[in-house]
């Protein structure tokens, strides 16, 4: 029998024979020639270097192994690079190929490896191979073809329905509808009992509403609608009018102008009018005052 020449033996052992769906081995038995031997290291060094590329999952018969665990296949009919799990069971994807878009990536990028189907609310995915559970940190990506209209589950490759959550103040909860838009991006990773959306969601607009904490102004209206027109009186009620803005017609003298504690109003008199100070409204110097046509003054309400 021929030696292995010392670099083939450490290219070998440092690679741990991790090649794919040929000979691995050259013949420890027997009588083989040098030039042979040399052929057959030359194959082994081409099947390491490519992690034997083939349609076929390299087996102990045709690595001559005795066992496939750690090795490494370049899945040429499915485009895909695994490893052999440690107890010789299955083959575990490692990254996806797109050689048309000169891509690589995995489960948890929304590549051409992954076919989205089914419906908004019953999203379906299927890869070239099948996730056997839904484990916690495992992530799965598509484009949406279709928007949600209210809570949504996601089956991968027929392994089962999992709901997808979204984030919220009180923790995860369920989607409502209108979070995923057609063409959108998802971006998804299980806690190990539902699918958490980890991109980013659409923002939606305030609607308006009473702010709260430290910054409350509950019955002070903000309303940036077009000014309104109120006719001056000696009782008025500007401080709960329809905007912030008001203007203020005729020419009676005025008393009052309501109460709304917090809120705030911009005053545009068109006339001459007399504001009294009292005990409803405080006025700077503690004295009446005569505004005159196209004269301004901000009101703020303090109950």
Known sequence: MKKISALALALLLA????????????????????????????VIAGNLATM??????????????????????????????????????????????DETGHLIGTSGQAGAWVTVGGTG?????????????????MKLAFKATAANTGPMTVNANSL????????????????????????????????????????????????????????????ASLNTAAAVDIASATTMNIMNAASNFVRITGTSGISSLGVNDGAWRFVTFLGAVTVRNNASIFLPGGADRIAAAGDTAMFIGEG
């Open 121 to 137: 609310n019953a999203v379906t995915l299927t890869y070239p191979v099948a996730p056997a559970a839904y484990p916690q940190g």
């Open 52 to 97: 034997i590329e083939s349609a076929s999952a390299p087996t102990t018969t045709s690595t001559g192994l005795s066992s496939t665990a750690g090795v490494w296949w370049h899945d040429t009919g499915n485009k895909i690079i695994f490893v052999r799990d440690q107890a010789d069971a299955n083959w575990l994807p490692v990254f996806y190929l």
């Open 160 to 219: 089962g329905n999992k709901n997808v959550f979204k984030k919220s103040a009180s923790g995860p909860v369920a989607l409502t509808g209108a979070e995923i838009q057609i063409g959108d991006l998802v971006e998804l990773e299980s806690d190990g009992t539902q699918l958490q959306i980890i991109s980013s969601l659409p923002t939606t607009p305030f609607a308006g509403g009473t702010l709260t904490s430290t910054t409350t102004m509950s019955g």
């Open 15 to 42: 690679l741990q024979l991790s090649a794919g769906a040929a000979s691995l081995q050259v013949a420890t038995t027997g009588t083989v020639s040098g030039l042979a031997n040399n052929q057959q290291i030359n």
